[in-house]
């Protein structure tokens, strides 16, 4: 009689007990499958404002809305000194957030240079995580070009990853580089096609990253949204390489990204800081979208005043 009772009581610990563990078990594989991160570019908010540490707006949207980690795609600090860079850390510190940093011009002074190299190694640097490949490249280092060295660790990293997955951040949209296709398309300060024409991007890293065509790769950068014809967002397909790029401090239109990686499937929203604005989805945030025939560039002002002084002087001779 004994005996039965026991098998019966095990029978419904059994019953009780394994549901619950396999429901732990599935919520552990979901979580190891899956991750969350935050993108954002030019956090330090308005230029000619004089606050320090994180933008307002973009401090008390990651109080309340927690991801695994953030990515700081430059210029995450107003002014590289030890005053700045402390209350950046302290806010970090309140946040319980997991970062990564990449160097924009912003940030290019000694201070920034040291925390990075001392949590990372050095200025460029990758992370490789259970489900995705992070590479962080220093634009500033040889602007507008990717120095040969950080190429070579792009390659090297994406070569030996097992991530089918890989997100490259820098600073500058290194691509906005074209005459034509890029009128009308400004980022912040050299972001913009007279600082870029000259670049390595479309010419090395571009085609060096489409040669892996069976991963999906994502290039972030971080340098728009701050005041002017700045754009506030941008995206752009080529072939396996996804060019993306968000930013923040007109007070408008702030933004960041938003990404979720679960399963092999990549999905990459555009986050508005400004809760009276509406953002249209970061897909429709094209050079089409953005790209018009004016303003000329300086070369084009010259060339046509040069134009007109010529049939000016035409003119004056045929007159005569």
Request: proline share 4%; charged share 20%; hydrophobic share 40%.
């Amino acid at each position: 009689m004994g005996t039965k009772y026991l098998i019966q009581s095990f029978l419904l610990l059994g019953m009780i007990f394994l549901p619950l563990y396999s429901q732990g078990q599935s919520k552990v594989i979901r979580k190891a499958e899956s991750t969350s991160f935050y993108i954002a570019g030019h956090a330090y908010g308005q230029s000619r404002a004089s606050t320090v540490g994180i933008y307002p707006p973009l401090y008390s949207y990651l109080k309340q809305h927690p991801a695994d980690f953030i990515v700081y795609a430059g210029d995450f600090v107003r002014r590289c000194d030890k005053h700045s860079l402390s209350a950046f850390e302290q806010q970090m510190k309140k946040l319980e957030y997991q970062y990564y940093l990449a160097l924009g011009n912003h940030d290019y002074g000694r201070p920034c240079k040291d925390l990075i190299t001392k949590k990372w190694g050095n200025l460029h640097y990758s992370v490789q995580l259970k489900n995705v490949l992070l590479l962080f490249l220093n634009s500033q280092e040889s602007f507008p070009n990717i120095a040969a060295k950080q190429l070579h660790m792009v390659d090297a990293q994406i070569k030996d990853s097992t991530s089918q997955i890989v997100f490259l951040f820098l600073h500058e949209l290194l691509w906005l580089d074209n005459r034509w296709k890029h009128r009308g398309v400004s980022g912040n300060g050299f972001s913009r096609y007279p600082y870029l024409k000259n670049g390595n991007f479309r010419k090395l890293l571009l085609p060096l990253l489409q040669s892996y065509s069976n991963k999906q790769i994502y290039v972030i950068a971080g340098d728009t949204g701050h005041a002017g014809k700045s754009i506030p967002a941008y995206w752009e397909k080529l072939a396996n390489v996804t060019l993306l790029a968000t930013g923040m401090g007109n007070g408008i239109d702030d933004n960041i990204l938003g990404v979720e990686i679960n399963k092999g499937q990549v999905e990459v929203r555009l986050i508005p800081l400004n809760d009276t604005t509406m953002l249209q989805p970061i897909t429709e945030h094209s050079a089409n979208h953005y790209r018009s025939y004016l303003p000329l560039y300086v070369d084009e002002y010259l060339w046509l005043m040069s134009l007109l002084v010529g049939a000016l002087y035409l003119t004056f001779r045929i007159r005569r």
